[in-house]
């Protein structure tokens, strides 16, 4: 049964730290690209960052470019996701996913190019 699960969220003041984490199970992820999203009350589950197979490759929306940070280590089938200098606009669920085989970064910010989704973890930054 293939699984992501993802922890670390929860409460922080805006301007504190968040690290995400979400482990992998079922099958071998190393070779899928890992993404994060994220869904706000009332709005649609948007991209967030996504690290190639071998992470040398990694892409971030324009939002959250320089202050969130993606990794990976395959070793551990887990991908994490270091949240820094967060909003009260960064309040959300916040979900990874496994792209099989995707390569092309023209793609890593698609939701559909994602096959598997975890459930998702709440992030609620407050002022």
């Known amino acids: 049964q293939v699984q992501l699960v993802e922890s670390g969220g929860g409460l922080v003041q805006a301007g504190g730290s968040l690290r995400l984490a979400c482990a992998a199970s079922g099958r071998t992820f190393s070779r899928d690209t890992m993404g994060w999203f994220r869904q706000a009350p009332a709005k649609e589950r948007e991209f967030i960052a996504a690290?190639?197979?071998?992470?040398?490759?990694?892409d971030y929306a324009d939002s959250v470019k320089g202050r969130f940070t993606i990794s990976r280590d395959n070793a551990k089938n887990t991908v994490y996701l270091q949240m820094d200098s967060l909003k009260l606009e960064d309040t959300a669920v916040y979900y990874c996913?496994?792209?099989?085989?995707?390569?092309?970064?023209?793609?890593?910010?698609?939701?559909?190019?994602?096959?598997?989704w975890g459930q998702g973890t709440q992030v609620t930054v407050s002022s």
């Open positions: 690290i190639s197979w071998y992470a040398d490759i990694t």
């Open positions: 996913a496994a792209a099989p085989a995707l390569s092309d970064r023209v793609y890593f910010s698609n939701r559909s190019s994602y096959t598997y």
